[in-house]
């Protein structure tokens, strides 16, 4: 008899989730009885879907996949205390469902962040006495402060302490780099209750994605270096634009795609613009099946990070997505993930937050084309 799994995440398709609805179907093939808990879809945005509305419950099947969206209030813009909101309103929503309606699980899967699902798993653990796998993606409370988005001393070592009492609590946890791992263990995480499983993309979704015709940025001839994926904080874009700036006049023909949404995508725009940087394009974001056909168009592709100690140990999950459409790699991210470009040989390496470097490493890759 198949074991009943809960798989609770905050995001989940339609929404950019690394671990949705591919992740979900493969659980299924692992046989496991899956049901997903999740709220309404509206990251990046921070605004509903087109065919959904919040409310008390909602119940669909994706893909065979049994999904239950819990209502949550709706935001991802710079607010710190909205997305607090954003987080707590699923929080409640979903510890009240699950203590309540739903199935009993044998096993429970969450995926952080944010840290309220992890608080949500260990309470259900408590309640029903079954054990929790917890899949870190971004470690908190540092991505908090690295990110700006939390810098109250005070608020970052309260969300410290929480994050210790759900690492010490759950069965297991998944990290997705050897920093993290590491970083645990000064933390007094056991080191056998750790497992590093680095991301992997969908490669049958990105070699499949619909064939639409290639895309047409500007005159043929231009070299385009593309970032796919969110635009904020962490990802402090920026740099890439002080790059582009630098090329402007010496590499007309050399063009910085930003394909994507987040909350720094305005401003970026308008930073382009008002500093007259033509050689950049914005594309709006795409749903998973069409993002494979924008990056195979690209002739290279870019990861950027900020500048932070935290970065040094994060691999960003579009590295891997990257790595499998095979075109070369601009990566700005230092240590773990620019390791893992070092190691294959698929691309440059330019040093985090800085423009002349990511500048010069985007000419090699002209150079070479």
Known sequence: MSKKLLLITQWFDPEPSFKGLIFAKELVKQGFEVEVLTGFPNYPGGKLYPGYKITIIKKEVLDGIEVTRVPLYPSHNKSAFMRILNYLSFFFSAIIYGLFNAKRADVIYAYHPPLTVGIVAVLLKIFWKIPVVYDVQDMWPDTLNATGMITNKILLAFVGRVCDWVYHRVDHIVVLSPGFKKLLIERDVPETKIDVVYNWCAESELKSSSAEKKINLSASGKFHILFAGNMGKAQ????????????LQTTPGLVFVFLGGGIEVDRLKMEA???????????????????????????????????NPLFQITI?????????????????????????????ECGVIAESGNPDSIANAALTLNDAS
């Open 236 to 247: 402090a874009l920026d740099s890439v634009l002080e790059a582009a700036k630098k090329l």
């Open 316 to 344: 960003p999950s579009k590295t891997q997505a990257y790595m499998v459409i095979g075109k070369p790699i601009l990566m700005a991210v230092d240590g773990d993930a620019a390791d893992i470009i070092r190691e294959a």
């Open 273 to 307: 613009k008002e500093q007259s940087i033509y050689n950049t394009v914005f594309l709006p974001p795409v749903s998973i099946d069409k993002v494979g056909t924008y990056l195979k168009s690209a002739d290279a592709l870019l990861v950027h990070l900020k500048q």
